[in-house]
C-alpha cells in the first residue's frame, strides 16, 4: 500500500539567485564565493548561482557571470542560472552555465507584471532561446519553471488545464526539463499530487523539479506530495533566505537544511552532510545580519534517533 | 493512483491540556470557558479540557471538573480529559466526561520519568480503569494514547513492533480507542505512514487519533501522511502554545488553526470556522502575554483562492 520512495533525491541551493534577489544586503561576491565553496564541501552538487538580468534591475545578482566561472571550477558542480529571455540566455550561453532556467508564469497577469510578456509569448522566446542555443553549439541545457503554477496573489487560481496546456507548449519550444512552481506558496498536498501526476503524463522524466514555497507552513507536506509522485528533484534555499515579498514575516523557499532533515528522516540520500549545513546557516546569518531567516529544524537540531548509530537498525 | 481523501475530519483541541500544562501561565478558569464558548462558536466539537492529576503537581489544570461541568453544557460537545491512572479515572467518570485519554509511552525511559510505571504496569491500570467504569454504569469512553511512538528524548529510538505489541495489550485491557502520538516531534512521513498501516491491522476503526507534534518543521506533513493512510481524526492545539520542553523556541503541538488551513486547502471539511480560529488565537495571545505562540498561517492569512468565490469552480 505504501509507495516506493526513491533511495536517492536531488537538491538544487537557490539561496544565491531567489534568495538574494529578494532581500535589500547585497551579499559581497567574495562571499558568494565562500558560500559556494562551502556548500560544496557540504556535498551539493547543484546550485542556481545568480541571474542574468540588467544589474540596474538586480544590483544584488550583477556579478552572476563571475559567480558562474567560479562554480564552474568546482568539480561536479551543477552551475544553473535564471534567464528571464534571449538576452540573459545569450551571457549564459557565453558564461558555459550548465543550465539555464526560463521562468514562464502561468498566471496571465503575474506574466505580465513581471515580464511585460504573455505566457505565450514567454514560449515563443523559449524557441528563440533553444534556436540560439543549438545554433551555437552549446551545452547548456534548457530548463523552464512554470511558476505561479498553483496559484498567484494577483490573478488567484490559476486552471490546471492551462498549466498543463503551457508543459505541452513549453516542450515542443524546446525546454529539455519543466518544474512546476508554487512561487507564492498557494500550493497544498492535494494540488501537488494531482498536479505532478497529471504533469508526468505530458511531460515524462522532463519533469524535473519541484519548487516549493513555505509560506503558509505547508512547504514540506507539498515536498512530501510529490515526493510520493515520482518526483527526485527539489529547489531549496539555505536558511529559507528571502521571505515572501507578499507576506512580511512569512518563510520564502523552503528551507535546504529542512529539506535535508525530512529526507534524512526518510532514509534517503541527498549526498549533503546537515551539520555542515548548518554551519553554513549559521555564516549566512552573520553575513545578512538585520535579514530574517527561516525554516525549523535549526531550532530543535535533529531527534536523538537520527544521531545514535543504534537508530539505522531501528529504522530498517 | 491518487489515495481518496475523506470528505471530513475530526479535529480535537488539545491546547487547554496539553498547550497550558506546559506553559508557566495559570490561565484563570473564567478565561477557559471563554475559550470553550468560542470554541464551540467556531464549530469545534471535542476538546480536552484538562487533565486529573495532583493540583499541587499541575496547578494550570486544577480547576479540570469545573471545565468539563461547563463543556458538557455546551450542545454537541466531546469532552474529553486526560487520567494517568485509575484516580484519575474515577474523578473523569464523576464528573461525567465523554471520554478519557490514558496516556501509555511505549518508551520505557519516558514511562519511568512520567508515571512512575513501565509500560506494562500501565496496561494493567487501564484494565483497572475499564473494570471501574463498567461497574459504575458509566458512558465515559475509554481512549489511550501511545505516547513516544516515533521515537523519545531520553531512550531514542522505540522499536515499532513494541507499538504494535501495547497497541494490542491495551486494546485487550478494555481500551475503545487508541491513538499514535509523536509526543516529542520525531515522526517523520514514512515512520507516520508505516506504524498507521501497522496500527490498523491491528486495531481497525479502533486507531483513533493522530497526534503530531510540530518540533522540527514536520507536523502538517505527518498529518498528511496519516491522513493517506486513512486516518480522520487529529489533535491539534490553538496557537501551537506550550512549544517543545526540550527545544526551547521550537513548536509543541501543531497549530489548530494550520491544521484547518491543510484541511480546507485540500477541501476537507472540519466544520471549524477558520477566521473564528483566527480570533481566538489573537486573544489567546492576549491572555498569555510573554508566552510564545507558534504555527504558520497567522503570518501571510489564507490564499486568495480560498477567499475568492471563484475558487471552488477551479478547485473542483
Redesign the interface.
Known sequence: ??PK?PQQVHLREVGLRDGLQSIATILPTAQKLEWLRAAHAAGQREIEVGSFVPARLMPQLADTAEVVAFARTLPGMETSVLVPNLKGAQLAIAAQADSMLVPLSVSHAHSLANLRKTPDEVVAEIGRIRAERDAAGSRTRIEVGLSTAF???LQ?????SEVMRLLQAVLDAGAEQVGLADT???A????V??LF?AGRQIAGDRLGCGHFH?????G??N???ALE?GVTRFDACLGGIGG?P??P???GNVAME?VV??MR???IDTGIDFDALMAMRRQLAIWLQGESLH???W???L???LL?P??E???A
Open positions: 500500500m505504501s520512495f496559484g498567484c496573489t488567484g487560481p490559476v486552471a490546471p507564492v506558496g498557494y497544498d498536498p492535494r494540488m499530487r494531482e501526476e513555505d509560506t503558509r507552513g505547508l514540506l507536506a515536498v512530501y506530495a509522485t515572501c507578499h507576506a514575516g512569512a518563510s529542512d532533515y525530512l528522516s526518510m532514509q525554516g525549523s529544524i531550532k530543535a537540531g531527534p536523538r534517533t545514535a543504534a537508530a537498525a531501528v529504522a
